[in-house]
């Protein structure tokens, strides 16, 4: 018997020691509240002990780029070279789509072609949705490319664009290259599965830090930061879809006569197509994520109009700017699923030639020109003209004025009430709480449901954010997160339970939050700043919205995989649908339904840190401000601290619903 089995006597019954177990550490732990003068390093983390990681992590930042030196180049010419490459296909792609190419004549005289033609891409890109799937997916594309231009949008969305082509390519090649490697090496593997852990739970605004520092401000420094976010899923897709090639494939690769790289790049890559593609279009989906918070070093696009609209309490100006995101990542995102699925080999005959075999192409890259050329002499086709677009930038800002005179003292007496009898005193609970009894908690839970190296790595990490002096921000940051996942699940859980039970109300719900997760998340934060002004409940409300699709979409989804045959007996038994809901569907979804709760914290945290816009006073907002001075080791060591918050909620919750499913036979 493992220590781990030991340690996880849930499915035989043996409450009786862990009761005791818990009992035991309640009483210490109030031993220690009641003794707590006697025992001030118990409660309140000593100073005098932290270790200073974020000034070694400073110090060391700077010596890469000011003393590191490799003989024919130092390590600053060597980021800024890095740099200068990203930045020539980044040049291309924003000339090509929105600025036109600047042709030198002598001296400082220059002259500017203009850009490809509003017209012409938009017919083009819904052409090729015809080509690719069907009319449906047409319609979309232009309604979505047409919203653009109508609303004017257009200029933004192209520099936003040219971000886009440029970033996927490289984060979809770099991310197959490491999923390539850590398919053939299984050391390799294990040694970057928890740096992908780190990289997709540590706050997008902390890697903004390093590569300003690193790439300096603008465009490409951006760029830089989005490809290092997107790439993690590309990563894992690879590994995955590769390990999935069925092995008669393999087996026939190896027949042939295949070299190591002929039975990567011939056979499997090719077979794994279809499932690289989700990884493709997940890399596209977080670059789009990355445009907003990519703006705060130069991004511009998009991003900056919401960012800017932000500040400005501009809330039409920047739910305009926000449904472009939205709209751009749902037609990329439909766009990217209908290439994967689609085969271009029952398009044409192999006997002919390459003209006869790409009709679209030529036609495509004809009508490009065409209409760029006639644009030259006549405007309405080189952009679309501002004297026609429309706007409802006021009609929103009327809107929210109308709300705050007519139900301002309503909306302040709700905040108040929360803020004094939910907020504040679970604030004031957590911050009070020894920080010896958080990480005794932590450890008794995670040897309850994991055994000992669950125990000890829980232990470790929440050791790490009391030694490096974030305790207290890192309880605010539980807190908020806390309360709000609480919310979202109040919210969520219903929501989900009534979208199981009908398939009309599914669909509906379906498209609803589907729309909500690819909404930006700085979209959230204008809506509820311009009602509820800044502060912990605005924050609070944001991040509830924003977390709330994980806990809808994973309730339906447990809700409709409970075994027909369990239902079927329930309601022999003479079960009534309430009571087949709450005593058979319920208890058997409920692991699924945590993992739910599981994606809501990881959603709530990386929505906290973005409230620190808004006045919230947590690890986001010392992430924040390391972005605003630069400061890479404040803002380094303060997103590991999120992301190691993140990993403790997830190893607890992904344990407790192993051994749940394995008490239900779920396994």
Known sequence: MTDATAATPLDRGRRGPWLFAWAGLLAAIVVLWLGQESWKWAVKYPSSWVFPLRKYTTDFMKWLINDLDFGLFTFKEFTRSIAWLFEWPLYFAKSLLGEGFKIPLGGDAFYQTPSLSWLGLLVVLTLFAYHIKDRALAILTALCF???????????AMVTLSSI???????????????????????????????????QTVPVFAYLVPVLFLFGFGPVAAMTATIIYAMPPMVRVTMLSLRAVPSDIVEFGRMAGCTRRQMTWKVLIPAARPGLMVGVNQVIMLSLNMVIIASMIGAGGLGYDVLASLRRLAIGDGLEAGVAITLLAIALDRLSQAFAQWDPAVHHEEAQSWWRRHPFLIFALVLLLGTTLLGMVMPFFQSYPASIEVTTGPIWNDLVKWININFFDEFEAVKTFLLLNVLIPTKRFLLQMPWVATIAILALAGFQLGGWRLSI????LALFIAVTGNWQKAMITVYLCGISVIFAGLIGIPIGIWSASSARAHKT?????????????????????MLFRVGDFSAMIAVVLYALPPAIRYTDHGLRHVPST???AARTSGCTRRQTLWKVKLPLALPEIMLGINQTIMFALSMLVITALVGTRDLGQEVYIALTKADTGRGIVAGVCVAFIAIIADRLIAAWA???KKQLGLT
């Open 146 to 156: 047409a919203y653009l231009a109508v609303f004017g949008q257009w200029d933004s």
């Open 165 to 199: 082509v440029v970033a996927v390519p490289l984060g979809v090649l770099g991310g197959l290259l490491l999923g390539i490697l850590g398919y053939r090496s299984r050391r390799f593997e294990q040694a970057i599965t928890p740096v992908l852990d780190l990289m």
């Open 457 to 460: 790595l829980v232990s470790l």
């Open 509 to 529: 719900v379906m498209v609803v939050i589907d729309t909500l997760q690819t909404l930006p998340s700085f979209v959230y934060l204008m809506p509820v700043v």
């Open 566 to 568: 369990v239902i079927e």
């Open 658 to 660: 192993r051994e749940r």
